[in-house]
């Protein structure tokens, strides 16, 4: 008599992330900058399922607006997917269902966060079983903020990001999130940067080869206090996504003088972040910004990388 196993499905999750510093060096000959970062996970996550199937798909739910998300190929949950089935020489495929809760295009590492709890929930469901360091080779080759999807909690990020070392945090930073209703591609404000910097060099420093994190930023991590960090938050990538979306400079605004210690833009952005003082200060910040019809939510860090859930 032969048995089959009931198919099965496997749920694994990983977090958004808010890159609390960010120095981008000079442009390289592969397209890409060395930049010097200071991620930290945060607890707005992408829930993965992922069902035995003969091929690959994939499909979206979510808090957030999923209608213009890719489903074929050029996903990359379906890249990761694929990527770890060559790899293991395994023969079927996988139906993803993904539960978004982190914008899309919004600066907050959504994408890298499918590309790793799909990792984890394949490795799981098709029993390929392999380690963590191959799968965090796997994960750097979908993408520079892949790893720390992965990895989670505070980590300084070296190279594309994709470097990653372990930052100690104490206690738990409040964030708020101003999410907008547009997307913005990271090629193209990292390309807004160089432009800024080519018509500029005359008047400014040139570029970093090396940059790195500065040490007050780990030494705020470290203490755990907010006041400390938001003197010292820094994105290269704010004046660039400024020019190319100028209105978000209001939304800074707007929560700063409403209690917030700094707002910054996420990543690429269009999503802006604030670090507050407190949950009391949270709320309020939050319904300031409801009531100037901003889509606004409420999230803590750091929260753990990519893992499997028992449901
Ligand atoms: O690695 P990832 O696919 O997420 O990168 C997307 C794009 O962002 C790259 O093609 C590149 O234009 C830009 N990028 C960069 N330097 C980095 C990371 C990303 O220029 N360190």
């Not at 196993?5 to 000079?26: Q, S, T, Y």
């Not at 009531?291 to 606004?296: D, G, P, S």
Request: hydrophobic share 45%; glycine share 10%; net charge negative.
């Amino acid at each position: 008599m032969t048995t089959s196993a009931a198919p099965r499905v496997v749920h694994a999750r990983a977090p958004g992330k808010i890159n609390v510093f960010l120095k981008v060096g000079a442009l390289l000959e592969d397209g890409y900058h060395d930049v010097a970062t200071a991620y930290q996970a945060v607890s707005l996550a992408e829930d993965v399922r992922a069902h035995p199937a003969d091929d690959f798909s994939v499909s979206f739910s979510g808090t957030v607006d999923v209608s213009n998300l890719a489903t074929d190929g050029s996903n990359l949950a379906i890249k990761a997917a694929t990527l770890l089935a060559r790899k293991a020489g395994y023969r079927s495929g996988v139906r993803l269902e993904i539960e978004k809760h982190v914008p899309i295009a919004g600066g907050m590492g959504g994408g890298s966060a499918d590309a790793a709890a799909t990792l984890l929930a394949c490795d799981a469901l098709w029993g390929t079983d392999l380690s963590r360091e191959d799968l965090l080779e796997l994960a750097t080759q979908l993408g520079s903020d892949v790893p720390f999807a992965f990895t989670g909690g505070t980590a300084v990020g070296m190279g594309r990001g994709d470097q990653l070392s372990p930052a100690l945090a104490k206690g738990q930073f409040q964030w708020v999130f101003a999410f907008a209703d547009f997307g913005m591609s990271t090629p193209e404000v990292y390309r807004e940067l160089d432009r800024h910097r080519d018509r500029h060099s005359q008047d400014i420093f040139p570029a970093e080869v090396q940059p790195h994190v500065d040490a007050i930023v780990l030494q705020a991590l470290r203490a755990g206090d907010p006041h400390m960090l938001a003197e010292v938050l820094h994105n290269d990538l704010q004046a660039p996504a400024l020019h190319l979306e100028p209105e978000l400079g209001a939304v800074i605004e707007l929560g700063e003088s409403n209690g917030a210690l700094a707002g910054m833009i996420s990543g690429s952005g269009p999503t802006v972040a604030f670090l507050v003082a407190d949950l009391d200060h949270a709320l309020e910040l939050q319904i300031a910004l409801s009531a100037a019809r901003l889509n606004v939510v409420r999230a803590t860090g750091p929260v753990h990388g990519a893992r499997l859930i028992s449901d």
